[in-house]
């Protein structure tokens, strides 16, 4: 079965500077890809989903992820963090519409 | 608003109430699910409906009791809780093509249980 491993379970960073969550998949076919975000008593927001087509994927609020079969790997990331994007982010993988989550991994944005 | 609605958003509960949780989703989808999000655990399935029929149950004990009653509505019906069913419950739908391409789930803000 396909699953997904998150990195980091907490990732500090100051406001103006790069983000990046690592997430690693494991998968027996091709996977569908997906980073979600959770602000605090919120519920769970699609940032972003790979499906197969570009391996670059832009989301919303100016967060991508390159899908990296080679490394398996799905990582997240930002040029430039802003106080907003305080949040726990979600990576899952998915076949056949079976989706399996991360841990989660919380970022904090500092002043 | 995502187009999954949740209610309540809180609830208070002792363990020898009943209650019951209400998803409504209005997007057309044809797959509904509840995960339970417990601090510091990852995210646990509990029930999956696809087409109104249960598909999945994870080992969810029988205090946890979910009807379907059509494609857009979801209930999670509760009795007898633990202080450890305390949780923030998600209710999530999708478009279930049967193979291909998934466009991932739509959660709702979940609803906040404390039982006391």
């Known amino acids: 079965a396909q699953s997904v491993t998150q990195l980091d379970s907490h990732v500090s960073v100051s406001e103006g500077t790069p983000v990046l969550l690592r997430c690693n998949y494991s998968s027996s076919y091709s996977p569908s890809l997906f980073w979600y975000v959770q602000h605090p008593n919120k519920g769970l927001q699609l940032l972003l989903k790979y499906t197969s087509a570009a391996t670059l994927v832009k989301g919303i609020n100016g967060f991508e992820a390159e899908f990296k079969k080679s490394e398996t790997s799905f990582h997240l990331t930002k040029p430039s963090a802003h106080m907003s994007d305080a949040a726990e982010y979600f990576c899952v993988v998915s076949e056949w519409n079976d989706m399996r989550f991360g841990a989660g991994t919380r970022l904090t944005v500092k002043p | 608003e995502t187009g999954v609605t949740q209610t309540p958003r809180h609830l208070v509960m002792g363990m020898t109430n009943k209650k019951s949780l209400k998803c409504e989703q209005h997007l057309g989808h044809n797959a509904m699910y509840w995960y339970k999000q417990s601090a510091k655990k990852p995210l646990e399935l509990m029930f999956v409906?696809?087409?109104?029929?249960?598909?999945e149950n994870n080992s969810v004990p029988s205090r946890f009791s979910p009807e379907c009653p059509n494609s857009s509505h979801l209930f999670l019906h509760l009795h007898t809780l633990q202080p450890e069913d305390s949780a923030l419950y998600l209710c999530?739908?999708?478009?279930?093509?049967?193979?291909?391409?998934?466009?991932?789930?739509?959660f709702g803000s979940g609803t906040r249980l404390t039982v006391v």
């Open positions: 409906y696809n087409f109104k029929e249960q598909t």
């Open positions: 999530a739908s999708s478009q279930e093509g049967g193979q291909g391409d998934n466009y991932g789930y739509t």
